[in-house]
T-cell receptor, first 112, second 112 residues
Framework: GENVEQHPSTLSVQEGDSAVIKCTYS??????FPWYKQELGKRPQLIID?????GEKKDQRIAVTLNKTAKHFSLHITETQPEDSAVYFC???????????FGAGTILRVKS | NAGVTQTPKFQVLKTGQSMTLQCAQD?????MYWYRQDPGMGLRLIYY???????DKGEVPNGYNVSRLNKREFSLRLESAAPSQTSVYFC???????????FGPGTRLTVL
């Protein structure tokens, strides 16, 4: 079936450094790729998304890139801060199924 | 506006007991989803409803049933709870599959 692989499973960075999380997907018809952030004990919340007609999207310190040929997309966080510490999930839409498939998540720790 | 709400927040069941998790949204979402979240496994889709009057199975539907009572409400029922169903359950809603999914606060379920 359709799946999304996410790497790394954990990532530790020093405050001020950049963090990159990568995902690959299997359904070539996928056209929507959101990223969610989940703080400890809280609900997941959307932080950025990208659609298949766009190669890159930025929102302040956060950016997402998409390579449809290789079927992978990445989240980039620059100038990391302690409040960026959380679990990050990528997801891909499954066309014709009206649903998303999520990656297993990345635990990001920003050390101050 | 309350957004997406879930009840109860916590629940402890004994093996074989049944219960219904309630979800409601006041965001006029067409689509609603039920996920379970287990450590290291991300968010796995149990059932979803693309629109009022329709429901479909997700990745892990066994042991669960759902009802889309109306546009606002989408309930998840465990007919005979098993320890393997110990998890955190999230309900979510969105306008469509390529739109932001808004998550409820979650229900932490323990089956003894």
């Amino acid at each position: 079936g359709e799946n999304v692989e996410q790497h790394p499973s954990t990532l530790s960075v020093q405050e001020g450094d950049s963090a990159v999380i990568k995902c690959t997907y299997s359904d070539s018809a996928s056209n929507y790729f959101p990223w969610y952030k989940q703080e400890l004990g809280k609900r997941p919340q959307l932080i950025i998304d990208i659609r298949s007609n766009v190669g890159e999207k930025k929102d302040q310190r956060i950016a997402v890139t998409l390579n449809k040929t290789a079927k992978h997309f990445s989240l980039h966080i620059t100038e990391t801060q302690p409040e960026d510490s959380a679990v990050y999930f990528c997801a891909a839409s499954i066309l014709g199924g009206n649903k998303l498939v999520f990656g297993a998540g990345t635990i990001l720790r920003v050390k101050s | 506006n309350a957004g997406v709400t879930q009840t109860p927040k916590f629940q402890v069941l004994k093996t074989g007991q049944s219960m219904t998790l309630q979800c409601a949204q006041d965001m006029n979402h067409n689509s609603m989803y039920w996920y379970r979240q287990d450590p290291g496994m991300g968010l796995r889709l149990i059932y979803y409803s693309a629109s009022e009057g329709t429901t479909d199975k997700g990745e892990v539907p066994n042991g669960y049933n759902v009802s889309r009572l109306n546009k606002r409400e989408f309930s998840l029922r465990l007919e005979s709870a098993a320890p393997s169903q110990t998890s955190v359950y999230f309900c979510a809603g969105s306008t469509g599959v390529t739109d932001t999914q808004y998550f409820g606060p979650g229900t932490r379920l323990t089956v003894l």
